[in-house]
DNA sequence: GTTAGCACTCTTTCGCTCAGAGTGCTAACA
DNA sequence: TGTTAGCACTCTGAGCGAAAGAGTGCTAAC
């Protein structure tokens, strides 16, 4: 038994039709499409075909029918139409993301808050590791008597800091001793070279004043690398799940709620997704997200992949829709912050005329 | 008609059967508990009373008895008993808290984390509001041809930073001089009092080369110190709630879900609250909030506010264990990061050991 | 002042029926 | 041979009434 065009064709109507109405869908309710011109009869049929071929469920026996996982993955690779997104929310997401788009980390935020509420979803957005960012260099600064701040700059301009809680007294020409030395060593290099170089060792060929520092600072220092390894995960809209009638059910809601707060777990999974869009529907996602789909879709400044965002929720999603919103929104934010892009930028001119002037 | 000895006892048996069933309570149910010897006829005169007195209430003529939200405060003034935390809790908060513990913000969310846990509500952190902060330094930090960091170091040791995008050619004795001249110019004083200053005239009297800079910097630095003033809001165990009876109504778990995920009013209300031990139940609460209720209390450091810790649920809530664990943790944070307490810290000391060995 | 008794109320649960939706199969039709 | 009409059958879900259970309020007696 092959998957004839007719089978196709009955296979899409009831996929789009259950992620509209998340009812079971019925011979006669089929039959009464204006694109599809056969019996109930005839549509019957091919039901069973297409049951026998693992494309669909009956929840019972005088239920209509549903589509399984493999349906899903079949509708997303050949059968749904990418929709266009309407010029209206081009234009509301051009707008929202380029207000206030000067802090890269709080536009993200933006970008998933705007994610959720465009989709009625839980939308999400983690940064990358930084286990290959390279350091820039490293500051220790003075707080108070017992305490300094370290800092780690990367090349890519992000900055780590930490406190650190001294056990000896220092002082300000140690710290600025401290911060030369270790930047003249770790400058250029990546994080997780860093992680794994014998550090302790370093000083020892330095010099016998900083060992005191050291004894407080490497451990810490270690620690603020071993931060930076952390990706962060934002999250938005969790109470939209509970709009859909499929969640109607709380303990089904808690399911998900909770699946979705365990934010190590959760994380872990958004890190390993394949890179550009990716769509995961049901059994192809880990036992405690199969009855989901997250479709995400990363976001790039200057070639480099910054981040990932993306939305969870019900294997029945408008997958055209959703992974419109989300391209629409990562090609903004890549462009956003694209960096070789002096063009014309109105606000500046004042500030250059003001530099020129003098 | 008074409150006397006999309704108060049985005000507290209804309260607290209330709190750990969320049945309403019936006056033979009460008349079977040894420490009520009292007919429930005699019971149905006293409820009668309290009902009329606005203690109780009924959800229908033949429901048992409901406490309103004025037994409720009654009941945690008055009436409760405070459970004091099982020694295997205290060792367990004790210990959690103190692994890890060298980073503020991250034992806190270790803190709010443990503090859902034991008392399988909502809980929540904030960092004060850091308005009267005393600017330490400010540094700006090369990145690229670009783009530099700001770097604000404050009294307390908190660090904020962000990136900004330079409009024109800089060099680094400039952002040296930058550095020199914000930092002289702002050293001591509060964030708040700094954001009503007329920054730009500073310039003007200070050096002409640094005019095109401030063109970039200016606006960046003051929209860095308005992020100062945000509250950050850490919430854990969500799904918490959907274990409790009162919200097995899906519309129910959603009302709570959307009040407490609305970050800024929800920060709001938790910013504006009493110091110290607060308590705050139905109808205390604004609007959004009045079927729930909140406790929180404060941990401080040397006497300095440092952040707020809470927890939310419904308003019959097991007051005495909730108070208790929340004051315990936030009484533990204090202690860990009390500065002036070099007493015996016994994982430095092998630090400590290497330093003398040098 | 306390209590037993009783009529009354309201909710919840259970079983039942019935309508509705949908299927699968068979037989007829083009 | 593929399509369709027809029909018996299945299952769910809504609606209904009866009965059980919980609890009250009132009255009258202790």
Same mark, same amino acid.
């Given at each position: 038994m092959d998957l004839n065009e007719r089978k196709l064709k009955i296979l899409q109507a009831i996929v789009s039709d259950f992620i509209s109405t998340s009812e079971p869908i019925g011979s006669r309710t089929l039959s009464k499409r204006p694109d599809i011109d056969l019996s109930p009869a005839t549509i019957r049929n091919e039901m069973s075909d297409l049951e026998e071929m693992g494309y669909l469920t009956h929840p019972h026996t005088s239920a209509g029918r549903v589509p399984s996982d493999k349906a899903y993955r079949l509708y997303v690779d050949r059968l749904m139409q990418g929709s266009d997104l309407p010029e209206?929310?081009? &234009?509301?997401?051009?707008?929202r993301l380029h207000k +206030?788009? +000067?802090?890269?980390? &709080? $536009?993200?935020e933006h970008a998933a808050q705007l994610l959720s509420e465009m989709t009625n979803l839980v939308s999400f957005a983690i940064t990358p590791n930084r286990s290959e960012s390279k350091i820039s260099y490293i500051n220790f600064l003075p707080v108070d008597e017992s305490s300094v701040v370290l800092m780690i700059v990367c090349e890519d301009g992000k900055v780590t800091n930490?406190?650190?809680?001294?056990n000896s007294p220092y002082t300000e020409e140690n710290l600025t001793l401290m911060s030369k030395v270790m930047t003249h060593n770790f400058k250029g290099k990546a994080v997780s070279a860093v992680l794994t170089e014998n550090i302790t060792s370093m000083f020892e060929s330095d010099m016998q004043a900083l060992a005191g520092l050291a004894g407080s600072v490497v451990p810490s220092f270690m620690k603020t690398l071993e931060k930076m390894l952390n990706v962060d995960l934002y999250m938005d809209g969790y109470s939209n799940i509970f709009r859909l009638?499929?969640?109607?059910?709380v303990s089904k809601a808690r399911n998900f709620l909770e699946a979705v707060t365990n934010k190590e777990q959760f994380t872990n999974v958004l890190v390993n997704r394949d890179q550009g869009l990716a769509i995961t529907i049901g059994d192809e996602n880990s036992e405690d997200l199969k009855d989901f789909a997250l479709v995400t879709a990363?976001?790039?400044v200057n070639g480099k992949l910054i981040g990932r965002l993306g939305v969870i929720g019900p294997k029945r999603m408008k997958y055209g829709e959703v992974t419109?919103?989300?391209?629409y929104i $990562?090609?903004?934010?890549? &462009? $956003?912050?694209?960096?070789?892009?002096?063009?014309?930028? &109105?606000? $500046?001119?004042?500030?250059e005329a003001e530099y020129n002037d003098k």
């Open positions: 209206v929310n081009k &234009q509301e997401i051009s707008e +206030d788009a +000067d802090e890269l980390d &709080q $536009t993200v930490s406190a650190i809680r001294m009638p499929e969640y109607s059910d990363d976001y790039k419109s919103v989300i391209k $990562t090609d903004n934010l890549s &462009q $956003t912050f694209e960096i070789p892009a002096p063009e014309e930028t &109105q606000e $500046t001119e004042p500030a």
